[in-house]
């Protein structure tokens, strides 16, 4: 393991973090940390006279805890990750080409979803890191929370590869021990993409029968929630599944009848107030929810609606409740975001 012109891969496993460090100012850039590896991490940055500046989530990982939170915790480094990422703590969310500078290195931003509706790749000089959009032959997959093969394919085809061919792809995981690709050569030789069509890369990877990652739910819903200290027991999938979702505009008439449904948001109060939130709403942050849930005890019989920023912890809070045996409870889908993406009231 080199540190070579202040770039590194800091794992040497299937699992891909990154280092980019300004040689001048000393401030660095880590993508992707997974948690088990901060400590060397930090190591690193140490050894090398380097200082976290952004750290960034390529995306809400499924497959191992992220070590975001414990490196913003423990250096001070803004967090970096898509508007649409599910988890509360985020110092910066971005947006498609959006570009951030860290001393001399410029990032421009790509939203590359499909893996999962938050992932983003990051061009930075001549190289991309595209997290678990493009692989290197092959492409992350999109039957997990929130993917969608028609969406990955775009983002691959109309996004990634209308970079020069010359771009170094440097992939989120690589399990053959390869290190970087190229766009020119993902474009010719990359199997799933390749000579096919949008139609037959669609079909192919809705056929393609993944086994779940391990602990999928405990480390998924972890990295949604930002709490991965074993307080809060997370519901199963099937749970998760069964919670019922309505929109906006059936939440917004829902509350012109009477009685209105209870509106419980499961928000941090910083988000909270830079969302605004839907007038009456209850603030029960996810992580109190079950020391909390005494104040719900009158409303049991009651219709109650779980709100969040993306729509993912409150339904994670739905199923919650619902197993503690509220009756009538639902989420609203797509979260605060897309409450105020259709110009509905709020309260700040
Ligand atoms: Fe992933």
Redesign the pocket.
């Known amino acids: 393991m080199v540190l070579i012109d202040g770039f590194i891969e800091l794992n040497r496993g299937g699992c891909k973090s990154y280092l980019l460090g300004c040689e001048k100012t000393r401030k660095a850039i880590l993508i992707d940390p997974v948690r088990e590896r901060v400590a060397l991490y930090l190591a690193v940055l140490a050894y090398h006279g380097y200082r976290a500046e952004f750290v960034i989530d390529t995306?809400t990982?499924?497959?191992h805890p992220s070590g975001i939170w414990d490196l913003q915790a423990l250096t001070g480094a803004k967090l970096v990750t898509h508007r649409l990422t599910p988890a509360p703590g985020i110092d910066i969310h971005v947006c498609d080409r959006q570009r951030l500078a860290c001393g001399s290195l410029e990032m421009t931003v790509l939203h590359t979803p499909g893996?999962t509706p938050d992932s983003i790749s990051i061009l930075v000089g001549e190289r991309i890191f595209t997290g678990?959009t493009l692989l290197i032959h092959g492409t992350?997959r999109t039957d997990l929370a929130g993917g969608d093969p028609a969406i990955q394919y775009d983002s691959i085809v109309s996004q990634l590869f209308t970079l020069p061919d010359s771009t170094k792809v440097f992939p989120?995981h690589d399990y053959r021990g390869q290190t970087h690709s190229t766009i020119g050569h993902e474009k010719v030789r990359n199997p799933r993409l390749a000579g096919r069509s949008r139609q037959a890369y669609i079909d192919l990877m809705n056929d393609l029968n993944l086994p779940l990652p391990e602990r999928i739910q405990e480390v998924l819903q972890a990295n949604q929630t930002a709490i991965d200290d074993g307080s809060l027991k997370f519901p199963s999938l099937s749970q998760l599944n069964t919670v019922r979702q309505i929109s906006p505009i059936e939440l917004d008439s829902l509350l012109k009848s009477s009685p209105p449904p209870l509106l419980v948001d499961v928000s941090q109060p910083e988000e909270f107030a830079e969302l605004g939130h839907i007038q009456g709403s209850l603030l029960i942050p996810l992580r109190q929810l079950t020391v909390r849930v005494g104040e719900l005890e009158s409303v049991r019989e009651r219709e109650v609606v779980v709100v969040s920023r993306t729509g993912v912890r409150s339904t994670t809070a739905a199923a919650i409740l619902s197993a503690m045996g509220f009756e009538h409870v639902s989420n609203l889908e797509g979260g605060m975001l897309e409450w105020n993406e259709q110009g509905l009231p709020t309260e700040p």
């Open positions: 995306h990982h499924a497959d893996h678990d992350g989120g």
